[in-house]
Structure formats: structure tokens, C-alpha cells
């Protein structure tokens, strides 16, 4: 079955940077979109970016665009997700994300906060 596994949580400072990790197994992951999404306390989860199954394209949503870095190494089948710039609005669960037979299926998360 489809599992992720997210990593590299933790608490930073405003401004620092975090790398994440999810690692994926049960599917294949070189024909998956992989996305990246977030929750804050008392909040929806919301959309942070995707990146195609050859990596060739990525989007991301405009709170963490020219911060966050979406990308992937087929042969570990991982997605990263590199934060600069870390805001204390940042503060939340990170999960991984991947759509198949049109279901979706999430990680644990990983929580990253943003504070002094």
C-alpha cells in the first residue's frame, strides 16, 4: 500500500531554513505528482506546492513562493521540500501528498516551528 513518510521537522528561528523529506514506497513513484501541504493550528490544510513526476515542473502557492524549494530524487524515491526565509506564520504540520486511483493519500506530518 501507499506509504510517505515525512522528516526533518523542528523549531527555527525567523529567518533560518529547514529541508523536509518524504520518503514514499507501494506505488510508483516515477509516474506520481508529489505535493506538499500544510496545516496550521485551528486552520485548513492548504496547498504548498507540486512537483511533476519528472521534476520538469512545480508550482507553488504565492504565501511561500521564492522561499520554498519543491523537488526529488527518483532513484530514493523522496520529495523535498527546502523553507528559507522561515516565517513564525510558517508554523505548522507538513504533509506529503500523492493522489492515487483517485484517492488521496497522506503522511504523518512533521511539525516545523517558526519562532524566537
Known amino acids: 500500500q501507499v506509504q510517505l513518510m515525512e522528516s526533518g521537522g523542528g523549531l527555527v528561528q525567523p529567518g533560518g531554513s529547514l529541508r523536509l523529506s518524504c520518503a514514499a514506497s507501494?506505488?510508483?513513484?516515477?509516474?506520481?505528482?508529489m505535493r506538499w501541504y500544510r496545516q496550521a493550528t485551528g486552520k485548513e490544510r492548504e496547498f504548498i506546492a507540486l512537483?511533476?513526476?519528472?521534476?520538469?515542473?512545480?508550482s507553488y502557492a504565492g504565501s511561500v513562493k521564492g522561499r520554498f524549494t519543491i523537488s526529488r530524487n527518483n532513484a530514493k524515491m523522496t520529495v523535498y521540500l527546502q523553507m528559507n526565509s522561515l516565517k513564525p506564520e510558517d508554523t505548522a504540520v507538513y504533509f506529503c501528498?500523492?493522489?492515487?486511483?483517485?484517492?488521496?493519500?497522506w503522511g504523518q506530518g512533521t511539525q516545523v516551528t517558526v519562532s524566537s
Open positions: 512537483i511533476s513526476s519528472a521534476g520538469d515542473i512545480t
Open positions: 507501494g506505488f510508483t513513484f516515477t509516474s506520481a505528482t
Open positions: 501528498n500523492v493522489i492515487r486511483a483517485s484517492r488521496n493519500n
